[in-house]
């Protein structure tokens, strides 16, 4: 009985360990490219093109990973007309 007990707790604690913590989008600082376009409405081939921009301002490369700062990318679209 004793070794049943014991087992459920250890599952559960290795339940809660990998439970992934939710944050919404619009508490991130930066984005994925998927995330972007659905918090921006951009497509995510419009947001890679623009990404791929070397003086883009919104970019944040993590290796080979981009990301997409949301400040930035709020900033860029307040300022622009047409993408």
């Given at each position: 009985?004793?070794?049943?007990?014991?087992?459920?707790?250890?599952?559960?604690?290795?339940?809660?360990?990998?439970?992934?913590?939710?944050?919404?989008?619009?508490e991130k600082s930066t984005l994925?490219?998927?995330?972007?376009?659905?918090?921006?409405?951009?497509?995510?081939?419009?947001?890679?093109?623009?990404?791929?921009?070397?003086?883009?301002?919104?970019?944040?490369?993590?290796?080979?990973?981009?990301?997409?700062?949301?400040?930035?990318?709020?900033?860029?679209i307040e300022k622009m007309f047409?993408?």
């Amino acid at each position: 009985m004793e070794k049943e007990v014991e087992a459920v707790d250890k599952n559960k604690s290795i339940e809660k360990q990998n439970e992934k913590k939710f944050v919404p989008i619009w508490e991130k600082s930066t984005l994925t490219i998927e995330e972007a376009a659905l918090y921006s409405g951009i497509g995510r081939n419009k947001l890679r093109q623009l990404t791929d921009d070397d003086n883009c301002p919104f970019v944040l490369w993590v290796g080979s990973k981009r990301l997409i700062k949301r400040k930035l990318l709020d900033e860029h679209i307040e300022k622009m007309f047409s993408l």
